[in-house]
């Protein structure tokens, strides 16, 4: 896209080819969930037993869901917000307001998300020595995040504000470079990084004293759990929260992809790469775990600490402390959880700063800057404080399993069934892709997504309801966890009332619906629609 003013009706941005829209859509998947969230889920679902309902639900939801994601944003040519308007139709422009419901839930969880990554980076430059000492919980929660009591505070907090500034500017000239020469470029030099960081921390967690008993706990199938219902729901779960989808990101890659490009076969690349990075990961993790748990003389199953904030930010540097070479292990670690962290951040953000480009035609430097700017003074504030942990917990808990699933099941319902693109979605990924996608496919995102997401939406719903959530005072989980969908459901209402400079509605879907159904690249013919 021009970045000149004018940028809608420009040429549109596009990656430079297959290879980067591949590392630049795995770079957005494998985030700190694949490190921090799959080992302990798998481990407290089934552990080696986990593995078949996570497969089915890879091939069954992950998959499915993003395929229709990839087939919006490259069928109708835009961020969220111009695409769900553009498939509405004349009738249906109110469904931008669906678009505009998943580029809020992205602004929202940048904002926290940049804090994680710049506490990644603060104790990347930690290892090097060994800054936690012998208390790394009360390192982390004292001296570092200074934590106080739920409330709503000002008292910033030095050592977390720098980093967070540092990440927000690095974030903001990413966005600012574009699509090939910043979000592409960045995932072309972090994703071989990481993946290389990862692999050389993995075998050699694989050689310290205790790591096959890591492995045994975390692989040795418990075949009862599968009769479990809940064992289930955590695979579908952990599926559908570690692909980066329903949420506007895939839709907005997808749009940046050329006409005539394959579509399925890179998603299958890209789901793929993501659940290996993620058994990669429960390797490494549990190995390590192994050796905490030798020497502390102890079972791996008696640890605290196996998942999330806790395993990243208080176990791993416990673990490190202990270790022959540690400080190469730490900096490999939180190396790799910030660069991890930070290519899925930029995905996130660019979903904002495209579709804050299309609605006001403006630059991508200054949506980038805009963006940035107002974003990073609400991080500064929210999550730089004595209370950023707590609030960053609870927002974060609100937006992914009500927020983003509750995206998912209004898509999917909307879309096949409201609208009925099923079949014409169908017929463009087969128009442009090589692997082709049966009828089955239309059952999954239309029927089987919607039940399974629907129902995880209300068990969650009635958990918080019911049980509260973490131990927080309820006026507290009012203004963060149920303000926060308040707030993504008015945002997305009154961002679709205002109207647009230059209005996306004269658009022309290609390939032709009834001439490319079900055919080949080489057989569709015709003229492209309009950019």
Known sequence: MSDTGAAVHTRREEWTGQVGFILAAVGSAVGLGNIWRFPGVAYENGGGAFLVPYLIALVTAGIPILFLDYAIGHRFRGAAPTAFRRLGGRGGRWLESLGWFQVTIAFVIGLYYTAVVA???SFFVFSFDLRWGDDPAGFFFGDYLRVGDPGISFDFVPSVLIPLAIVWLAAIVVLALGVARGLQRVNVVFLPLLVVA???LVVRALFLDGA?????ALFTPNWAALADPNVWIAAYSQIFFSL????????TYASYRRRRSNLTGPGLVVAFANSSFEILAGIGVFAT????????GVLVGELEGIAGVGLSFVTFPAIVAQMPGGPVFGVLFFGSLTMAGFTSLISVLQVVSAAIQEKFSISRRAAATGLGVISAVLSILLFSTTTGILALDVTDNWANNIGIVLSAVLMTVLVIWVFGKGRELRSHLNA???????????VLVGIL???VLGYMLVLRVATLLTEGYGGMPPWYLLVFGWGTIAFLIVAAIAMSL???RRPPDDFTAWPDFTAGAGRRPDAVSGKEGSP
């Open 289 to 296: 775990l192994g050796f905490l748990a030798f020497q502390q």
């Open 498 to 500: 205002i109207a647009w």
């Open 432 to 442: 442009v892709s090589t692997f082709q996608v049966g009828r089955i496919w239309v």
């Open 198 to 200: 990862f692999l050389i």
């Open 244 to 251: 980066s989808i329903a949420f506007g990101i895939m839709v």
């Open 212 to 216: 096959a008993d890591g492995l045994n």
């Open 119 to 121: 506490w990644a980076l």
């Open 449 to 451: 997504a919607p039940i």
